[in-house]
């Protein structure tokens, strides 16, 4: 069973470019959670989606946006890149069975913002 | 502003002790709790969450977590840890009204064989 795949894996943009970021959940899980990781601010949590509608978003900026798909793929796209976007950014999709849930995260994109 | 806390930066354990790691949360409405665990040079991975019901949740790994309420804590327990147990683990709150999920800054758990 392949687990969260996202894309790319590292990226390296300058200050005011935008970027989009994808991920890849694993099959049948309809929920994709994206977060940020940096040494400074720890982790965040960005949004979640779930059957392509947004159900939970953290405290980010307008910049910072995401879509799902009808096959459960994600994107997330920053605009107007700042130095302070640089950071790994973290995709995990999960399955909800009663009260039970199973998520699984990605290896993550490092994004660089020079 | 709401705030999840995890007051041990670094716990260093011998293998068959047992372990608490304290979390702790400033929101007094209904929260769903998380803790994660990151092993070296792999992915993050839920350990276990609490929606509600049983206070006392059971996780993987032989992991528990119990939410008191009247203490705005999570605290994760493990009676007796491995080597295999050092990582980083966090804790994670996610906010009813506003679904909002704020995680702690992580405990460094350190298990010497």
Aim: some cysteine; charged content about 15%; glycine content about 10%.
């Amino acid at each position: 069973k392949a687990g969260v795949t996202q894309t790319p894996r590292y990226l390296i943009k300058t200050r005011g470019q935008q970027v989009t970021l994808s991920c890849s959940p694993i099959s049948g899980h309809r929920s994709v959670s994206w977060y940020q990781q940096t040494p400074g601010q720890g982790l965040q949590f960005l949004f979640e989606y779930f059957s392509e509608t947004q159900r939970n978003k953290g405290n980010f900026p307008g910049r910072f946006s995401g879509r799902q798909f009808s096959n459960s793929r994600s994107e997330m796209n920053v605009s107007t890149l700042e130095l302070g976007d640089s950071a790994l950014y973290l995709c995990a999709s999960s399955r909800t069975s009663g009260n039970q849930e199973t998520q699984y995260f990605g290896p993550g994109t490092r994004l660089l913002v020079l | 502003a709401q705030s999840v806390s995890q007051h041990n930066h670094h716990v260093i354990l011998s293998e068959a002790a047992s372990l608490e790691l304290g979390c702790n949360y400033s929101y007094g409405g209904t929260v769903n709790l998380f803790w994660y665990v990151q092993y070296p040079g792999q992915h993050l991975q839920l350990l276990l969450k609490y929606f509600s019901g049983d206070p006392l949740v059971k996780g993987i790994k032989g992991f528990e977590a119990e939410f008191i309420k009247s203490k705005f804590s999570f605290n994760l327990r493990k009676p007796s840890v491995q080597w295999s147990d050092t990582a980083e683990y966090f804790c994670a709150v996610i906010l009813y009204n506003n679904n909002d999920m704020r995680f702690g800054a992580g405990t460094r758990l350190t298990v010497k064989p």
